[in-house]
């Protein structure tokens, strides 16, 4: 079955640096493209980033360009991604999906706070 795991939340403060990793399992991972959402409590769900089956094509919100980078390793069936320069609005609950299925990971919670 298709198995999706995220890691690597936590508290961090302003200007900070996480890296979040989403671990697949039960499907072809390199034949997918993959995504990453995030959604505050009250809002609606915001698309983060998406990025192609090889890793040679990504696309991120307006709101995390330049600052956030998603990338793949498709021999460790694991995306991630990189969040630079953190700022409290980050602060959500971030989710990895698989949009071909719609499957999607249980969560992993951000917190930028000082």
């Known amino acids: 079955q298709v198995q999706l795991v995220e890691s690597g939340g936590g508290l961090v403060q302003p200007g900070g640096s996480l890296r979040l990793s989403c671990a697949a399992s039960?499907?072809?991972?390199?034949?997918?493209?993959m995504k990453w959402y995030r959604q505050t409590p009250g809002k609606e769900r915001e698309l983060v980033a998406v990025?192609?089956?090889?890793?040679?094509?990504?696309v991120y919100a307006d709101s995390v360009k330049g600052r956030f980078t998603i990338s793949r390793d498709n021999a460790k069936n694991t995306v991630y991604l990189q969040m630079n320069n953190l700022k409290p609005e980050d602060t959500a609950v971030y989710y990895c999906?698989?949009?071909?299925?719609?499957?999607w990971g249980q969560g992993t919670q951000v917190t930028v706070s000082s």
């Open positions: 039960g499907f072809t991972f390199s034949s997918y493209r």
């Open positions: 990025i192609s089956t090889t890793g040679g094509t990504t």
């Open positions: 999906n698989r949009p071909q299925g719609d499957y």
